[in-house]
């Protein structure tokens, strides 16, 4: 067995070891998928990513491919493709690197430290850069998070109540079906939207509730942030 070999079944060994959720694609010990959580403190974490390895014949004297299969929405990953924009793998690996730092260190302080001066997903880039709230918002929309719907309440928007009742706060949700960003106003109470008003003409569909303070039923309208 070659050197690479050894050190290619090595490093494999030790990310396995390391409780990493590894499913082979071959064989060979050169292309398999990694589960990846995203790191703590970060608009990411909830969320599990699957990323496809290929390690090249001259591993570990050049660096791996990665990529992620499912979505996400990051300044420096294309987001049809997958492909990563990461110096440290594309142009300054070295062979005392192994596969626990690419997982370890590597795509977590990518995740964490966005470098949107340099994207591959340009609408990310100027996203975050314009406004970060709305880039979190549209992380978590995009993601494979584990919730269908996530909450997050909001101190000012101006929303349209077709009823004449006070509007005691303001809540907005995220469907992550859809990728949109709902807000309606509520009387001091709080309710998910359902399937239906989660369907394929969303803004189009009237929100309607019972509110504590109003026997009669009002209608909220939707609007996209």
Request: overall charge neutral; some cysteine; glycine content about 6%.
């Amino acid at each position: 067995m070659s050197s690479p070999s050894k050190r290619r079944e090595m490093d494999l060994m030790k990310l396995m070891m390391s409780d990493y959720k590894v499913e082979m694609i071959n064989d060979g010990m050169q292309e398999f998928y990694v589960h990846f959580h995203g790191p703590n403190e970060s608009p990411y974490q909830g969320g599990v990513w699957k990323v496809r390895v290929e390690l090249p014949d001259a591993y570990p004297y050049k660096s791996p491919s990665i990529g992620f299969i499912n979505k996400i929405y990051h300044p420096n990953v294309d987001e049809m493709s997958g492909s990563v924009c990461l110096d440290v793998i594309n142009q300054t690996w070295s062979p005392m690197f192994d596969l626990v730092n690419v997982f370890e260190v590597f795509l977590p302080q990518l995740l964490l430290y966005p470098n949107a001066s340099d994207p591959l997903n340009g609408e990310a880039a100027a996203l975050m850069m314009r406004d970060k709230t709305a880039y979190e918002l549209r992380v978590k929309g995009i993601g494979p998070f584990r919730n269908l719907l996530s909450e997050y309440t909001f101190l000012v928007l101006a929303v349209k109540l077709k009823c004449g009742c006070p509007v005691a706060s303001v809540t907005g949700f995220v469907s992550f079906r859809h990728c949109f960003t709902f807000v309606f106003a509520n009387l001091s109470y709080t309710h998910s939207l359902n399937h239906k008003e989660c369907l394929n003409q969303p803004f189009r569909t009237p929100v309607s509730r019972y509110g504590p303070q109003c026997t009669a039923r009002h209608e909220h309208s939707l609007k996209q942030l």
